[in-house]
């Protein structure tokens, strides 16, 4: 089948699912402390739905499913959903699957996760400070963070890499200790700039640490040289003293990078979402349920991507951020 290309000439290759809304943490930018508004459980896709669309988003071109959620090693499915993934064909040889994790729990299941086909890991780690990670993930779960960063490390999930947000006067201090840490270990350090996905609305322009600010807190401490060829990695790349370690800035906001953007997303209940920041999703579940052939699927999979906007829009005037906040999305 011909690829999904948009309007623009985007050819979409990667698709991030989100396996559940449900978190073991509370993260400030992300969910809100109490009273969130979880999706129905009928409405949550099966191991089988899942693997079926999965299917359908590869015949036409996706070679890389990153799962997310929520926290997706709250999934009990996990393992299965990897092993289904995994053994897919692509045009280019076996569907490549990672992991955007939280790493609570991962101790137990990296072993399994790479037998099962995973191939990398993506950590969010946003502070080594105990009162700060409580602080910021309202739970008091860093050792087991660090445990579980260890253990991906250990079962070969290499190479790890670490997302950092870093937020004004609570933990943008802490970026180049953060660096220090991931070159001790071999991690590769990426910092995301906070978007406006919190479902308490709390995000302002004004306070937001720019990629900017964080190069010149790194710059205090190491050299960074910039990496040339971003392709459609989100991620603006840095040689750390001279290298071969490298750090990341992923300034969505700041300097957006949507013009090379090849991503798509399915979210825990059978939406399909061209954009983070989409206003409309494409509803999979219901035609699924209905018996919908993969012809019907694949079709809905084109009008989602034809109808994909050229940018984010962040940066307009009347943007509006989405009703989903990013835990319900997936990042
Ligand atoms: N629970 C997993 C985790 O935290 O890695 C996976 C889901 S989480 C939504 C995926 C990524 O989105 C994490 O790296 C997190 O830091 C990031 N994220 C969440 N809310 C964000 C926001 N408002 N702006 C930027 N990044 C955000
Ligand atoms: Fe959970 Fe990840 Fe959101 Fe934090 S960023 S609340 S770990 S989904």
């Known amino acids: 089948m011909d690829p999904l290309v948009d309007r623009f000439g985007r050819v979409h290759r990667d698709l991030r699912i989100s396996l559940t809304d449900r978190c073991s943490l509370r993260c400030t930018y992300c969910m809100p402390e109490q009273g969130v508004p979880w999706l129905a459980k009928p409405t949550l896709l099966s191991t089988d739905e899942l693997l079926r669309l999965t299917e359908v988003a590869v015949s036409l071109g996706i070679v890389e499913v ?77 050792d087991d963070t660090l445990e579980g960063i260890r253990a991906a490390a250990d079962a070969g999930l290499a190479p790890v890499k670490l997302n950092t947000v870093l937020l004004r006067d609570v933990n943008d201090v802490e970026a180049p200790q953060l660096l220090a840490f991931a070159l001790e270990h071999g991690y590769e350090l990426r910092f995301i700039e906070q978007m406006p996905l919190d479902a308490g609305h709390t995000w302002h322009r004004e306070s937001m640490v720019t990629g900017q600010e964080v190069l010149d ?104 951020q989405p009703p989903r906040n990013m835990s319900a999305i997936g990042g």
């Open 66 to 142: 990153r799962l997310t959620g929520g926290e997706p090693l709250l999934r009990r499915d996990l393992v299965e959903v990897v092993a289904g993934i995994s053994s897919m064909q692509g045009v280019d040889g076996p569907v490549e699957v990672s992991m955007t994790t939280n790493a609570l729990g991962l101790d137990m299941m990296a072993v399994p996760l790479v037998e099962a086909g995973m191939a990398r890991v993506n950590i969010s780690l946003d502070t080594l400070d105990r009162d700060t990670f409580v602080r910021m993930a309202r739970r008091d779960r860093l």
């Open 217 to 320: 807190r790194l710059r205090t401490a190491y050299h960074l040289e910039p990496v040339p060829q971003r392709g459609s990695a989100p991620a603006e790349l840095f040689l750390v003293d001279g290298g071969p370690a490298t750090v990341g800035v992923i300034a969505s906001v700041s300097s957006p990078f949507c013009g090379t953007c090849d991503r798509v997303r399915l979210t825990a209940d059978g939406q399909l979402r061209n954009c983070l920041f989409a206003a409309a999703e494409t509803d999979l579940r219901t035609p699924l349920r209905d018996g919908a052939g993969d012809d019907e699927l694949a079709a809905l999979f084109r009008a989602s991507i034809g109808a994909k906007l050229p940018g984010h829009g962040i940066n307009e005037p009347g943007f509006l």
